[in-house]
């Protein structure tokens, strides 16, 4: 048995010992504490300046929103200071906003965090602003929330910029999409946006273009021409071109296309957008064309004196100027009640101008047989409805049918058919109704001018005087025709179609207007024929002598001829009064511009009339920068009937008689040109 002092002996020391080693190890804890805490003191401060450097605005809040710190971007934003006031987030949400808010807040505690939520808040002074909010839960070591914390972005002035812009696309959708010109957009020339006046112009949809290549809309004459252009503008030597092209339609007809094309490049200058305006100039064109037929049919009648020579030229003018299929003349034969083709284009004719299978079509037979007897034209959208219709080497779904009347008889047929349905409309109608005038008109006159041959050559005492009178009486009948009627058919003819087109908008006043204007045609037209019976009259010595303002005539001719607008015609505000015939003067002047008018063909264009005071004479001058005209023709233009125009623009009479005026003055004309460059026509009147 062990003794109990020498037990309690040994226990006293283990505890000695045991306390020794506990106090070793409190004092080794106590250090350790020490350190954790300086560390955490030095990572407490650390932590704060960060917290309170942090650009964008830190609130940690507890679960009842109550928010116990806060950052001093966040005090900034807010105007709140929870070192010296409380603040609750609830009570700073915006009243309509609430709703979603709280919503946001079940979607934290659900997921225990949410990111981009996105709100409007109030100031301190009530100030809406609206904010972006990454937010967190933040958990003890048992795993219950105890806080939430969030990062707020000032987002205010982001959004008025967003709905600055939002509303600035839209008002730029709005302006693409209601302009009348048509716009495409496209990448390597392939469609990726287009406006509605470019879908309506082609028929297609906007899912229809997307992707489509240009070129594809477009018709082959183009191509070369518009890709020329594009490779120079990725090769950087333009950044815009325009280009006239025909576009397809989705139900196979096409619109003339006047098309400006520009660069869109990116910072490195390459190309990466082409930007396309598309205007359509198909009517535009058509009535232009319309007009010039008018005038080429009416220049092309000069000196054509019988129905056969005026139906080629009415067949072939029509339809190579208005792109008709065909185009075919119809004489009446009153005796045996039949209609003869004398003339043709197209199909119908080969290549010696004679009609193939010449067809007689009894009065009543079909359209043309119908409009030979009630004198009436006709405007066929569709012949498969129309009873009337005649096949005759193959079935076409439009035709234009009108009748020549003279005297009140029907004495031919002009008469044209094209495949498609609508091909033909109102203006065609309208045109060829004056067409049918003007050889109504011609052929009334060649028959007044047959009569009074007869009638004089019958006077055997008036014979000498025919023979000295008859050629410059026909000179200046071609004067006359040339540059008085021709623009008198064409303004009467625009007249007409201006009050048809505008009836149901015209006011009396307007109407009046119009009735005032048609005065003045026929004043006009009584005029002329004042003025060829003038004609007759060749002795110079008799000739009218008066003051002419040569500036009052410049003046006069403007009112008269049509000067486009890419046309300047200037000259000197100090122009002569001269000592002639107002009327020969002023023929003279109006000639020449008018060629100059005709052939310039410059952007850019210019006629300058000048003059120079001599000893003896007056010298002028009229200059155009037009197409110019070769030296070795330099003689020729002024000869009678000679033209350098083969398209039969120019009669070749208009030159001639210039010539002999100027030498009724005894002065003298000569040209100076040179080709691509520009004329001057210099002219000499005598004191």
Same mark, same amino acid.
């Given at each position: 048995?062990?003794d109990?002092?020498q ?29 954790v ?13 960060v917290?309170?450097?942090?650009l964008?605005?830190f609130?940690l809040m507890d679960?009842?929103?109550n928010v116990i710190?806060m950052?001093?971007?966040?005090v900034?934003l807010?105007?709140y200071?929870i070192?010296k ?6 009570n ?5 906003d609430f ?5 946001s ?7 225990g965090s ?5 709100a409007?808040?109030?100031?301190k ?6 904010v972006?909010?990454n ?7 048992e795993?219950?929330i105890?806080?939430?914390q ?8 982001s ?5 600055i812009?939002?509303?600035q696309q839209?008002q ?5 999409d209601?302009?009348l ?8 020339r392939?469609i990726i ?6 879908q309506?112009?082609t028929?297609?949809s906007e899912?229809?273009?997307?992707g489509v290549p240009v ?7 183009a ?7 594009y490779d120079?503008?990725?090769?950087g030597?333009?950044?815009?071109y325009d ?11 096409y619109f003339?296309?006047e098309?400006?094309?520009?660069a ?5 200058g390459a190309?990466?957008?082409q930007l396309?305006?598309v205007?359509?100039?198909?009517e535009?064109?058509k ?5 010039s037929t008018?005038?080429?049919l009416t220049?092309?009648?000069?000196g ?7 139906a080629?030229e ?5 339809a ?7 185009c075919?003349?119809y004489?009446v034969n009153?005796e %045996? @009640?039949? &209609?003869?083709?004398?003339a043709?284009?197209?199909? *119908?004719?080969d290549e010696?101008k004679?009609? #193939?299978?010449?067809i007689?079509?009894?009065f009543g037979r079909?359209?043309?047989g119908?409009i030979a007897e009630?004198?009436?034209?006709a405007?066929i ?6 009873e009337?219709y005649?096949v005759d080497d ?16 029907v004495?031919?047929v002009i008469?044209?058919?094209n ?7 109102k203006?065609h109608?309208?045109l ?6 003007l050889?109504?008109i ?8 047959e009569r009074?041959i007869?009638?004089?050559?019958? %006077? @055997?005492? &008036?014979?000498?005087n025919?023979?000295r009178?008859? *050629? ?6 071609? #004067?006359v025709?040339?540059d008085?009627k ?10 007409s179609?201006f009050q ?7 006011d009396?006043?307007a109407?009046?207007t ?5 005065n003045k045609?026929?004043?006009m037209?009584?005029l ?7 004609s007759s009259?060749?002795?110079k010595?008799?000739?009218t002598v ?6 009052d005539?410049?003046e006069?001719?403007?009112t ?9 015609f200037?000259?000197?505000e ?7 015939d107002?009327t020969?003067?002023?023929q003279?002047f109006?000639n ?6 005709n052939?310039v063909?410059?952007?850019?264009g210019?006629i ?13 001058s009229v200059e155009d920068?037009g197409?110019?005209?070769a030296?070795?023709?330099?003689d020729k233009i ?14 070749g ?8 005026i100027?030498e009724?003055y005894?002065?003298?004309i000569?040209v100076e ?15």
């Open positions: 048995m062990k109990p002092i037990t309690l002996k040994l226990a006293l020391q283990n505890e000695k010992k045991a306390r020794e080693k506990a106090e070793a190890l409190l004092l080794h804890r106590t250090s350790e504490l020490l350190e805490k300086e560390a955490l003191q030095k990572k407490t401060i650390e932590f704060d300046g917290f309170q450097n942090i964008d605005s609130v679960i009842m929103g710190k950052n001093d971007a966040a900034k807010f105007g200071d070192k006031e409380d603040l609750n987030v609830v700073i949400i915006y009243k309509e709703e979603y808010a709280m919503n807040f079940a979607k934290l505690i659900e997921d949410f990111e981009n939520y996105e409007r808040v109030y100031t002074t009530k100030e809406v602003k609206w972006q909010i937010s967190s839960l933040i958990y003890n070591e795993g219950r105890i806080a939430a969030g990062i707020v972005r000032d987002i205010t002035q959004k008025k910029d967003t709905t812009f939002d509303e839209e730029l959708a709005a302006i693409v209601n302009s010109a048509g716009i495409v957009l496209a990448e390597d392939n946006k287009t406006n509605q006046a470019f309506k112009f028929q297609y899912e229809e273009l997307l070129e594809n809309l477009s018709y082959q004459e191509h070369e021409e518009s890709q020329m252009y120079q503008m990725v090769a030597e333009i950044d815009r280009l006239t092209e025909r576009y397809k339609r989705k139900d196979g007809t003339l296309s098309t400006n094309v520009t869109i490049r990116d910072s490195s190309v990466k957008y396309a305006f205007q359509d100039v198909t535009k064109h009535r232009h064309l319309m007009l008018l005038n080429n220049r092309s009648f000069i054509k004196l019988n129905i056969h020579d005026i080629w009415i067949a072939n003018v029509i190579r100027d208005l792109e008709f299929e065909d075919v003349v004489l009153n %045996n @009640k039949v &209609l003869e083709q004398i043709g284009y197209g199909a *119908k004719v010696n004679e009609i #193939i299978d010449k007689f079509i009894p079909g359209i043309v119908n009630t004198g009436k034209a405007l959208h569709d012949t498969s409805k129309d009337r005649v193959k079935r076409r779904y439009s035709e234009i049918t009108v009748p020549i009347i003279v005297d009140g008889n004495i031919g008469d044209s058919e495949s498609a349905k609508s091909f033909f409309t203006e109608l309208r060829l109704k004056n067409v049918a005038d050889v109504s011609q052929l009334t006159n060649a028959a007044n001018l009074t007869e009638a004089e050559s019958q %006077n @055997k005492e &008036l014979l000498d025919l023979q009178s008859n *050629k410059e009486l026909h000179d200046f009948a071609h #004067i025709s040339h008085l021709s623009p008198l058919r064409s303004i009467n003819a625009l007249i179609w048809e087109d505008y009836e149901e908008v015209l009396d006043n109407t009046e119009f009735d005032k204007l048609n045609l026929e004043q037209d009584a002329i024929d004042g003025i060829l019976r003038y009259v060749s002795d010595n008799i000739i008066q003051n002419v303002g040569i500036k005539i410049l006069d001719i403007q008269i001829l049509y000067i486009p607008d890419h046309i300047k200037v000259y000197p100090n122009l002569p009064v001269i000592q002639a107002k020969r003067i002023k003279v109006q020449l511009i008018s060629n100059a008018i052939y063909d410059k952007k850019d210019k300058e009339v000048t003059f120079e005071e001599q000893e003896k004479f007056w010298k002028f920068n197409v110019g005209i030296k070795n023709y330099h002024f000869k009678i009937f000679q033209t350098l125009n083969e398209k039969g623009k120019s009669t009479i208009g030159l001639s008689i210039v010539k002999k100027i009724l005894n002065g003298e000569y040109s040179e080709e691509n460059i520009g004329t001057k026509f210099f002219f000499t009147i005598r004191k």
